[in-house]
Structure formats: structure tokens, C-alpha cells
């Protein structure tokens, strides 16, 4: 935002939380006020910088999913650079029979964006949201071209991609705000890194590696073919250290 896009550096932290709150993601967010970039170049330059280093092979997580005897889809906002980069660092790139992505998501959105001006404030170098021209209500932001979670348009999107069933599926994911909107339209919901349940999570799940030991039935397929399903009082609290 500061090199890119000129954005003073004073501005960029509350200025990126706005835009993340509204919209999901910053990137959603800058196209929706009036920022027109390439999305590649953008996910090149934000990725680039990420200390992917940091990431091991997972061998634990490895073997659970090729042991689980159901069908498993990546859901990610990322780019698919990205996302293979990960599982690739993480070991896992065989293990998940189908991947939505950025890309998946938004297949002809390069450069447009919906800005109709009116919110966007620029005052000499000075860039910010002018909020108050919503008056509180963010059905009246700008429109994103970006399709992404934690949206309903993003799920409904990812559900005809993947050829998904909502009711008939688990989704994991470690955002609050994902969990929410999945449960809404249908998902049964387990919020991840955590053993307390919000809003939304059928589930709360600590520690990833623990799958097997919360949901047994998934690996009966027995099981399986009577469908999940998910109590609604639930938390599971089982802690490793891999």
C-alpha cells in the first residue's frame, strides 16, 4: 500500500483494518474504493514477502488426511501460487482432491473494479475511507469486484465449483468469520486453534492433528454413509505437541 500505491505510511495500518473488516481482504477492499492493480503483480509482491521458510513438513497432518476415506477441498482466498507454495512447504500437495482459489474465484478479474465514487476521500497525499458517508451501514460501501470468504457469494461459489453439498459437509477453517458465514448457508462448522466454540462452530477444535480423535466416524465408512452429523454442544480441548 505505501510503495505501490502511495499510500501515506501513517494511514496504512487503521486504513488496512477498515478495509479488511468491510471486505474480507485488504486487496478486496482497495478494489472496491478505487484502487485499480493487477492481481497477479499484487499477489507476487505481498506473497514474495512472506517467510514461507518458517513452514515444515507435516507428516502427522500428512497421514491423516490420506488415511481419511472422503473427499477433501482446499477453500482458500489465496492465489494458486500461493496455496501450492504452502502445501508444498507443508507436505501435503497430495492430499486434497480439489482446490478452490483466488483464481477460482474471480476467473476474469484482472484490473476492473466497481468504484462509483463517493467514498474514497483523497486530500493532497492523504488517502482514507470517508466512512461517515455510509452512515453506519455497510450495505451502502462500494461494491468489490472480489469474490471472497467470508461472503456468501464466495461459499455459494465455491459450493458449484467443487460440486458441494453444504449439508453434507465438514468445514474446518481457523477465522471466526468464515465459520459464521459457513454455518449460515449450511455448513457444519469446526472453528480451528481453538477448544471454544462461537458463534457459528458446531465445533472447536484446539490442535488440527487431533481430527481423528473428535471425529472417529469419519474414518468408518459405515459412518460416512449415513451423512455428519454434528452436535451443537461441543467443544474438544486435546492439546499435542508434534
Known amino acids: ?13 487503521e486504513f488496512n483494518r477498515v478495509l479488511y473488516k468491510n471486505y474480507g481482504t485488504s486487496m478486496a477492499g482497495l478494489k472496491a474504493v478505487g484502487y485499480d492493480f493487477d492481481n497477479d503483480d499484487y499477489h507476487s509482491f505481498v506473497h514474495g514477502r512472506l517467510p514461507y521458510e518458517n513452514l515444515k513438513p507435516d507428516p ?6 490420506l488415511s481419511l476415506p472422503i473427499r477433501k477441498v482446499i477453500f482458500s482466498n489465496a492465489d494458486e501460487i500461493h496455496v501450492a507454495k504452502v502445501l508444498r512447504k507443508l507436505g501435503l500437495e497430495d492430499c486434497f482432491d480439489g482446490i478452490v482459489n483466488f483464481e477460482s474465484l474471480n476467473p476474469t478479474n484482472k484490473t476492473s473494479n466497481n468504484f462509483d465514487g463517493g467514498y474514497l476521500v483523497r486530500s493532497g497525499s492523504r488517502t482514507a475511507i470517508n466512512l461517515d458517508a455510509t452512515n453506519g451501514c455497510s450495505s451502502l460501501l462500494p461494491k468489490s469486484p472480489i469474490v471472497c470468504k467470508p461472503f456468501e457469494d464466495a461459499f455459494e461459489q465455491a459450493f458449484k465449483i467443487a460440486n458441494i453439498n453444504p449439508h453434507k459437509t465438514l468445514f474446518f477453517d481457523d477465522s471466526t468469520r468464515n465459520i459464521e458465514c459457513g454455518k449460515s448457508i449450511g455448513l457444519h462448522t469446526v472453528l480451528v486453534g481453538t477448544s471454544r466454540r462461537t458463534k457459528g462452530a458446531d465445533y472447536a477444535l484446539e490442535n488440527i492433528h487431533n481430527i481423528r480423535e473428535a471425529f472417529p466416524e469419519l474414518w468408518d465408512a459405515d459412518e460416512i454413509s449415513k451423512n455428519i452429523k454434528c452436535s451443537e454442544n461441543v467443544a474438544i480441548e486435546t492439546p499435542v505437541t508434534a
Open 1 to 13: 500500500m505505501i510503495q505501490k500505491l502511495g499510500i501515506e505510511e501513517s494511514e496504512v495500518s
Open 60 to 65: 502427522v497432518l500428512r497421514n491423516l488426511l
